[in-house]
C-alpha cells in the first residue's frame, strides 16, 4: 500500500489542522493505521492509532482530548483531527500502516508498520 499525508500547515497556539492519509491498493480494512511525528532532533512517536475497522483508538497521553483519528475505509483515507494546538505539537507528521490479522490491538511502536507516507509538516506558532 501507498500512502499520501497532506493537511499541513501554519497555524498560532490554540488553533486546528486536520490530517489527511489517501492509501492506494487493495486491502485497506486490513490494515491497522497510526500517525507518528517527529521534532527535529527527536525520536519518531506514536500519535494516535485507530484499529482496521474503525472501532478502536488509541492516543498518546499528551494529545489525548484534543486529537481524533478516524478512517473511511471506503475512500480509503485516515484523517487527524488537530484542536487546541500548541508549539509542542510542531512536528513532521507521518501516517503508517501496519498488517494485522483480525483484530489484533494497534500498535504503539514505529518497527510494527510496515509502509510510510512521505509525512507532512505542522507548525504551530506561540
Known amino acids: 500500500v501507498q500512502l499520501q499525508a497532506s493537511g499541513g500547515g501554519l497555524v498560532q497556539a490554540g488553533g486546528s489542522l486536520r490530517l489527511s492519509c489517501a492509501a492506494s491498493g487493495r486491502s485497506f480494512d486490513r490494515y491497522n493505521m497510526a500517525w507518528f511525528r517527529q521534532a527535529p532532533g527527536k525520536e519518531r512517536e506514536f500519535v494516535a492509532g485507530?484499529?482496521?475497522?474503525?472501532?478502536?483508538?488509541t492516543y498518546t497521553m499528551s494529545v489525548k482530548g484534543r486529537f481524533a483519528i478516524s478512517r473511511n475505509n471506503d475512500r480509503k483515507t485516515v484523517s487527524l483531527q488537530m484542536n487546541s494546538l500548541t508549539p509542542e505539537d510542531t512536528a513532521v507528521y507521518y501516517c503508517a500502516a501496519d498488517w494485522v490479522i483480525l483484530s489484533a490491538d494497534v500498535a504503539e511502536t514505529k518497527s510494527e508498520y510496515d509502509y510510510w507516507g512521505q509525512g507532512t509538516q505542522v507548525t504551530v506558532s506561540s
Open positions: 485507530i484499529s482496521r475497522s474503525g472501532s478502536r483508538t
